[in-house]
């Protein structure tokens, strides 16, 4: 029988793979510990998955990393819900990035551009979503727990909520 450690025992590895074994599940809450951690080496592999593919891709160097992207997207995603249900926000929150990124691919595409040369477009919605993303990547990085649970959950750090003022009780001498 496999023992289950306390999430206050965990390093960013079991917080990797914890975001990896959890893929589809998009309600409840994580950590920013989870969320550093998963990043870490998403990146990590990212790097050297990218040095193998340039070695040996040749011209399917960016299929490769397409495939390596497509294959994390699902945890990525995942983890991103419910970082933000941990900061008391909805996931819907990255409904704005996605709609520009497919703006993009779009315009990119040639399916649809208002101009000669989509290229203005394509920078300008790029632009709107770095912008969009930096603003998420700052709430889920570095945002904390709302204390006690919330509308999606527990704590995931296990910390009780405070007292409210009209539950705490008074003793007169």
Known sequence: MRKIKPLAEYNLWDHYLGVIRSAGDFSGRST????????????????????????????????????????????????MFRRLHDTGRSGWYTLPIWVLLVLVLVVEAGLYSPYKSG??????????????????????????SGPGRNEYGPNPYGVPRPPRLDEISTVEI
């Open 32 to 79: 920013r510990s989870a969320f550093w951690g998963y990043y870490l080496f998403y990146y990590l592999f990212f790097i050297v998955w990218g040095v193998f593919c340039k070695m040996f891709g040749g011209i399917y160097t960016g299929a490769l990393l397409a495939v390596y992207q497509l294959f994390f997207l699902l945890p990525t995603v995942a983890l």
């Open 119 to 144: 290229i203005t477009v394509i920078y300008i919605l790029g632009f709107l979503a770095g912008i969009a993303s930096l603003c998420l990547f700052v709430i889920m990085g570095f945002f904390k």
